[in-house]
């Protein structure tokens, strides 16, 4: 009777005019409470019961009410929904048709129906399916949550869950584009003939899609290197299908042991692909470098046919050149020739760039061997080794040569660019660094040069601390349209186009090369929604290939969790609630929660802002400090790792 009295709902609402109001994000708990956090930085408790009518990440405005002088928040209109399109399990209760959102902090079952194309009855318990939200507590004229149920993305007992529910959940493709009826080289562009000379291809002994071959030669004071790259773009025109569904993908994909491609594998393994012994059209560049490892002149791009008379693999060239007994010997003299003569460049190179540019630590890569059942046998530390830097060095330099070719002709293209520190962090940058000596000048800081010094600086520590804080003050690369230095790379310009089979920014600037060797007008230009593309889509390409390596991982620790297998880890972050290690063996990311890294409640603080644990008021754990942990407990279902310390911090030393 009351709950339809008008006046009663007058009054209500003139209430909550008075009542303080605030904006902001929803963060659930594992413990059925969670806050609204605030653009301002501030948060306000939200009880459970309210937090009946959110999930977790929708943006919301709430009322404040205050109790005994306890504040809490009421959400009560919702702004914008964090559940949209999103993967979720079935969860049936007494017969109906429930789903549990993938996500940690989605606890709730919601409500669900099917779509008619969805056979309702064949979904059971643990599956995996697409929904997208229909109705929202918050909503007007809502009460509940509801979803509709429009695809099943994996039975419960699929070995390839992970692989399959990251790809749905950010609509990706899980196989390669389709091949047209027939391919068609519509090129009518003059190209030389190259396939006299001794091209090699160094990639991965299993690699199908081999795009870059080389070909090296002395001269007096240094070498002349033709870095050849398979083109694509003969094959491929913008606006055209294949050209659309490129762009849609934006990259090859990449997943632990699997990968889906840009382009139809046909194109990128076959009539592409630098095969040895065939024809194939390229994109080269011819390189001038002198005997110091510096580039002499700007490069000449220009069209040709080559034909790799070598596919060389990484080990193997790698095992020849680090002497290793009974190591892998070319088939010919001309082919062991390149080999050396790359790796003298290679190693000028090299030192070239520690003095004038920067060059990358060496951290191995980790890889995934997996079975056809999903199961991961083994992680592999691949570590970086002579053939892979040769053709390293090849590739950045070939290019900072586009960069600078495309800057001084057509003024656009696609270049990654860095810079350095973000403005705001440069003061706060100079007063950490002078507190543990390094003394540096704002202004100075700012430029290229002397962001090279400071890395430089930081590479001769002794350890990894002050270099973990630096990163953390650093700029995000971005994609410009437009020239500008790549400070992570202590380059004035890095703009790639030798992969085209599996990027599409480097089929763009393909494009572009190709207008600027014939002197006639780009048949692709560079502008603001293909860039916003290209860089969403990398994004999301990087966050994919983590959250399946985060399943795989947790997975393979699994039967680790409580045992004594001990792991050396070193320490990548420390917050309020702990620290975050990556274990060196196999570079898995794991937690340790702040109760477990010290012995004693009470003894130990926490400073994030510097990255350090003080124990007793003194310092005892920082980031880059290498310490022994255990896998304590682990979730793969919310594929989470905790760890906790062997000996953690204030124990006895037995």
């Known amino acids: 009777m009351f709950q339809d009295n008008p006046l009663l709902q007058q009054l209500k609402a003139q209430i909550r005019e008075t009542l303080p109001t605030v904006e902001g994000t929803i963060k659930a708990t594992g413990r059925g409470f969670g806050f609204i956090e605030t653009d301002k930085g501030e948060s306000h408790f939200v009880p459970p019961p309210m937090m009946k009518k959110v999930v977790h990440g929708d943006r919301v405005s709430a009322v404040l009410r205050t109790e005994n002088d306890k504040t809490a928040a009421e959400p009560e209109q919702l702004l914008e929904p964090a559940l949209d399109r999103f993967v979720a399990r079935i969860k049936r209760f007494k017969g109906r048709l429930n789903l549990v959102p993938d996500h940690p902090l ?72 389709e091949d047209p009826a027939g391919w068609q080289l519509d090129d ?132 020849r050149l680090e002497g290793g007994e009974g190591a892998w ?64 060095e090849c590739m950045i330099l070939a290019n900072a040569a586009c960069a600078e070719r495309l800057g001084a002709t057509l003024g656009q293209g696609i270049f990654n660019a860095h810079a350095g520190l973000e403005p705001d962090r440069i003061a706060p940058a100079v007063e950490m660094l002078a507190e543990h000596g390094l003394n540096y000048d704002a202004e100075r800081l700012a430029t290229l040069e002397g962001y090279c010094e400071l890395r430089r600086d930081l590479d001769r520590q002794e350890t990894g601390y002050l270099d973990a804080r630096i990163r953390r003050m650093q700029a995000f690369s971005e994609m410009a349209a437009t020239p500008q230095p790549h400070f992570g790379m202590g380059l004035m310009g890095y703009a790639t186009w030798t992969s085209p089979i599996r990027k599409y920014s480097d089929m763009v600037n393909h494009r572009l090369l190709k207008a600027m060797i014939q002197q006639g007008e780009p ?77 004693e409640k009470g003894r130990m603080v926490i400073q994030a802002d510097k990255g350090q644990a003080l124990l007793d008021d003194e310092p005892a754990l920082q980031v880059a400090d290498r310490i022994t942990v255990l896998i304590d407990k682990v979730d793969v279902d919310e594929r989470s790792v905790l760890a906790k310390p062997q000996r953690p911090l204030g124990a006895p030393i037995e």
Not at 111 to 117: D, I
Not at 540 to 549: A, I, K, N, Q, S
């Open 523 to 599: 048949s692709q230009n560079v502008d603001e929604p293909l860039l916003e593309q290209l860089a969403k889509m990398r994004k999301l390409h990087r966050m994919c290939e983590r959250h399946v390596g985060d399943w795989l991982y947790a997975r393979y620790l699994a039967p680790q969790a409580g045992s004594e297998q001990a792991y050396d880890a070193e320490i990548i972050d420390l917050n309020r609630g702990g620290a975050r290690v990556r274990l060196q063996a196999n570079g898995a990311v794991a937690f340790i929660p702040a109760s477990s890294l010290c012995a």
């Open 329 to 392: 010997q070319p088939d010919s003299p001309v082919i062991a020739e390149q080999v050396d003569l790359l790796h003298a460049l290679a190693n000028a190179r090299t030192a070239w760039r520690h003095e004038h540019a920067l060059v990358f630590p060496d951290r191995p890569d980790f890889r995934f061997e997996v079975d056809d059942q999903g199961n991961v046998l083994a992680i592999h530390a691949d570590h970086r080794r002579t053939g892979n830097r040769i053709v390293e």
């Open 106 to 177: 989605m606890k709730d079952a919601i409500r669900a129906r099917c779509k008619k194309t969805v056979d309702e009855e064949s979904l059971q318990d643990g599956d995996y399916v697409v929904a997208h939200l229909k109705r929202h507590p918050l909503r007007e004229g809502d009460n509940t949550f509801l979803a509709e149920i429009s695809q099943l993305v994996a039975k419960t007992d699929d070995p390839h869950v992970p692989w399959w529910v990251i790809l749905a959940k950010h609509d990706l493709a899980k196989v390669e584009p």
């Open 188 to 319: 009518a562009a003059e190209r030389r003939d190259l396939t006299a000379l001794p091209f090699v291809t160094i990639d991965a002994e299993s690699t199908k899609d081999m795009d870059d071959a080389l070909h090296i030669q002395a001269r007096d004071g240094g070498w002349t290197l033709t870095v050849a790259i398979a083109d694509p773009t003969a094959y491929v025109h913008p606006g055209d299908a294949v050209d659309q569904e490129a762009l849609k993908r934006a990259y090859t994909q990449y997943l632990p042991g699997f990968n889906v491609p840009m382009l139809p594998r046909q194109l990128a393994d076959e009539l592409c692909s630098l095969v040895e012994g065939e024809d194939r059209p390229t994109l080269c560049a011819e390189i001038q470098i002198g005997a110091d490892g510096a580039q002499q002149g700007s490069a000449e791009f220009f069209l040709a046919t080559i034909r790799s008379q070598g596919k060389l693999a990484y080990d193997k060239v790698s095992d």
